[in-house]
Every structure is written in structure tokens, then in C-alpha cells.
């Protein structure tokens, strides 16, 4: 989960085995929480390339800056 700028406070990154899983989680989780007034789900159709790491990344930025 990353806190993030922009229309969105927040972005979670999750994968899950089957739609019924992801929809689970939406509804009975993310609604259900007081804080939440909407989310915006996309789904990956293709995976082209998965070795970009967001945590190597800001690593990299906060060595940068010492």
C-alpha cells in the first residue's frame, strides 16, 4: 500500500487467485471501512515485465540523498 498524490490517496498493489477473491476483498474489506468513500480497481490482463520493485526504487532515492 503506498500513500500517493493526486485524485487518490492511497494505492494497494494486491494479486489474488480468482475475481471472486478480489471482489471479496473490495466489498467486505475496503467498503466496510469508514475511511473509504470509493475505489477505482483495475485489472492487469498481460504481465509484459514484473521486475520493476517500487522498494528498490526508493531505496535507490533515499541513498541518493545522503
Known sequence: MYDITGTYDALLLAK????????NMIK????????????????????IKEEFSFKKLIEQERRKLQ
Not at 489474488?16 to 471482489?23: C, G, I, N, Q, Y
Not at 475496503?30 to 473509504?36: E, F, R, W
Not at 470509493?38 to 492487469?44: D, F, G, L, S, Y
Open 16 to 23: 489474488f487467485k480468482t475475481r471472486a477473491e478480489l471482489s
Open 28 to 47: 467486505e474489506e475496503i467498503h466496510d471501512s469508514p475511511y473509504v468513500e470509493r475505489t477505482n480497481t483495475h485489472i492487469v490482463l498481460n504481465i
